[in-house]
């Protein structure tokens, strides 16, 4: 089960890093999926932060696979 949630938000992490996502969501709407500080960030900051998520959650599905959880 953690490997389909994760293909689903790698799917929306790589419209928002490398398709015209960031520009779409950047703003008020960020706050909805994000968080409030999102909402402050431009889409280019947008795209890094969103990129940095990405990567904590693919350590984490990676530690609980390995952990066997």
């Known amino acids: ?7 689903a ?9 490398f398709l015209n996502g960031a520009d779409v969501i950047e703003g008020w709407k960020s706050f909805f999926i994000f968080d409030f500080f999102a909402s ?3 889409s280019q900051e ?3 932060y969103v990129g940095l998520s990405w990567l ?6 990676t530690f609980n696979l390995i952990a066997g959880t």
């Open 1 to 7: 089960m953690l490997i389909i949630f994760f293909i």
């Open 46 to 48: 947008l795209k890094f």
């Open 40 to 42: 402050l960030l431009s």
């Open 9 to 17: 938000y790698s799917s929306f992490c790589f419209w928002v890093v």
């Open 56 to 61: 904590a959650s693919l350590l984490i599905l």
